[in-house]
């Protein structure tokens, strides 16, 4: 395993996100306790010390887990991260509240990394705002040794990020970026990525291979890669980009089955930086993969912990993604589900494009997805 330094710390750079975990019978809810012990076994023995939670990942269930796998382990022997899930506006002046559940769920006297989660334009305005108290309290539990080292992750623009780091930069002890090769450019995260390192600010990663969708290519691109390195997998191609950038310190990768974390933590047994020319195909095939209109989502299922019609959202994305490149074979996807699970079933709150890490006009889709449905479109 490689590691990376923080401070005085030697950080595994392969982090386990504990946002897939593998579940039973498709629930997300559901936590595949035995599966999940034995994944984090192997990467205990194999050198992973970076655990990462948080209060809402498997719809508040992952904390709950983690800690009983953990708790078989030295506290001293691992990390812990989790966060202040503040991308729901209803917890915004219950950080407190939140904080104190999360110590007793986690059966841990502190964090040794804590997050401001996910900072957007829909939410920056409220972690700012000093009348919630977030940074006030927070601070305050870092005095007391509650919390380690404070950090954010972010899924926004250049302007949030700067409104950000110009209000409570100067207090992030690390950042987290949604950062691949994809959104190198798609995304700009270059440009995030620059702004942390003027700011001195060590940077994570989340989302390497986009909710696992850089995980498999079109054949073409495949085909491309293999020309280049002929013995790397697709998903390799994605981590070996991450250490093409000095700034990483540790990559998080939420790994959902066995054969995942094998293959990741092989990966994670050298750096392997790309060169010039691979890198720079990379790039290319970034920029074509672009060009298509497609969403871009990464499951994260923040839109489905907010759905008042429990709709599989992130599924319905991909099946509408398939129709927009092929012209309709996401259309025979929707007929082997039920009708209550239809995107016409949507009634177009808006609760889930609210917590879209990704800004999707959620609602905007199923509108289309609908009228394609109904012929309309």
Same mark, same amino acid.
């Given at each position: 395993?490689?590691?990376?330094?923080?401070?005085?710390? @030697?950080?595994?750079?392969?982090?386990?996100?504990?946002?897939?975990?593998?579940?039973?019978?498709?629930?997300?809810?559901? !936590?595949?306790?035995? &599966?999940?012990?034995?994944?984090?076994?192997?990467?205990?023995?194999?050198?992973?010390?970076?655990?990462?939670?948080?209060?809402?990942?498997?719809?508040?269930?992952?904390?709950?887990?983690?800690?009983?796998?953990?708790?078989?382990?030295?506290?001293?022997?691992?990390?812990? @991260? #989790?966060?202040?899930?503040?991308?729901?506006?209803?917890?915004?002046?219950?950080?407190?509240?939140?904080?104190? =559940?999360?110590?007793? =769920?986690?059966?841990?006297?502190?964090?040794?990394?804590?997050?401001?989660?996910?900072?957007?334009? @829909?939410?920056?305005?409220?972690?700012?705002?000093?009348?919630?108290?977030?940074?006030?309290?927070?601070?305050?539990?870092?005095?007391?040794?509650?919390?380690?080292?404070?950090?954010?992750?972010?899924?926004?623009?250049?302007?949030?990020?700067?409104?950000?780091?110009?209000?409570?930069?100067?207090?992030?002890?690390?950042?987290?970026?949604?950062?691949?090769?994809?959104?190198?450019?798609?995304?700009?995260?270059?440009?995030?990525?620059?702004?942390?390192?003027?700011? +001195?600010?060590?940077?994570?990663?989340?989302?390497?291979?986009?909710?696992?969708?850089?995980?498999?290519?079109?054949?073409?691109?495949?085909?491309?890669? &293999? @020309?280049?390195?002929?013995?790397?997998?697709?998903?390799?191609?994605?981590?070996?980009?991450?250490?093409?950038?000095?700034?990483?310190?540790?990559?998080? #990768?939420?790994?959902?089955?066995?054969?995942?974390?094998?293959? +990741?933590?092989?990966?994670? #047994?050298?750096?392997?930086?790309?060169? %010039?020319?691979?890198?720079?195909?990379?790039?290319?095939?970034?920029?074509? &993969?672009?060009? &298509?209109?497609?969403?871009?989502?990464?499951?994260?299922?923040?839109?489905?912990?907010?759905?008042?019609?429990?709709?599989?959202?992130?599924?319905? !994305?991909?099946?509408?993604?398939?129709?927009?490149?092929?012209?309709?074979?996401?259309? %025979?996807?929707?007929?082997?589900?039920?009708?209550?699970?239809?995107?016409?079933?949507?009634?177009?709150?808006?609760?889930?494009? #609210?917590?879209?890490?990704?800004? !999707?006009?959620?609602?905007?889709?199923?509108?289309?997805?609908?009228?394609?449905? +109904?012929?309309?479109?």
């Amino acid at each position: 395993m490689i590691y990376k330094q923080f401070g005085n710390l @030697a950080l595994s750079a392969l982090g386990l996100g504990c946002m897939r975990l593998p579940v039973v019978d498709g629930d997300n809810s559901k !936590i595949d306790e035995k &599966k999940s012990a034995e994944m984090v076994a192997y990467a205990m023995e194999h050198g992973v010390n970076y655990y990462d939670t948080a209060w809402g990942y498997h719809s508040g269930n992952s904390e709950i887990v983690m800690v009983k796998i953990l708790k078989k382990y030295q506290r001293e022997s691992f990390y812990l @991260a #989790s966060k202040f899930q503040g991308y729901d506006a209803a917890n915004h002046g219950k950080v407190e509240e939140i904080f104190e =559940k999360q110590l007793k =769920k986690c059966q841990v006297e502190y964090f040794d990394f804590y997050l401001i989660h996910s900072v957007t334009d @829909a939410n920056v305005d409220a972690y700012l705002d000093p009348k919630y108290g977030t940074l006030a309290y927070l601070l305050e539990q870092k005095r007391k040794g509650g919390i380690r080292h404070l950090g954010f992750s972010f899924h926004g623009n250049y302007d949030v990020m700067h409104r950000f780091l110009a209000g409570y930069g100067d207090y992030m002890e690390f950042g987290q970026l949604q950062l691949n090769w994809l959104d190198w450019s798609f995304q700009d995260a270059k440009t995030m990525v620059a702004m942390l390192r003027e700011k +001195n600010i060590p940077m994570w990663v989340m989302e390497p291979v986009r909710g696992g969708s850089l995980a498999k290519l079109e054949p073409e691109y495949e085909a491309r890669l &293999k @020309a280049l390195r002929p013995d790397a997998s697709i998903p390799e191609w994605a981590f070996r980009f991450l250490q093409t950038v000095p700034e990483v310190v540790v990559t998080l #990768s939420g790994m959902s089955n066995f054969e995942q974390l094998k293959a +990741n933590i092989e990966t994670f #047994s050298t750096e392997q930086a790309l060169n %010039e020319a691979e890198w720079n195909a990379l790039m290319q095939i970034a920029s074509e &993969k672009s060009g &298509k209109k497609t969403l871009a989502c990464t499951r994260c299922r923040y839109c489905v912990d907010h759905c008042p019609m429990e709709l599989d959202i992130p599924h319905l !994305i991909e099946l509408y993604n398939e129709q927009l490149y092929s012209g309709g074979n996401g259309m %025979e996807g929707l007929h082997v589900l039920p009708t209550d699970k239809l995107p016409t079933v949507c009634v177009g709150c808006g609760a889930c494009a #609210s917590v879209c890490p990704q800004s !999707i006009d959620i609602p905007a889709m199923m509108k289309d997805f609908s009228a394609k449905l +109904n012929g309309k479109s």
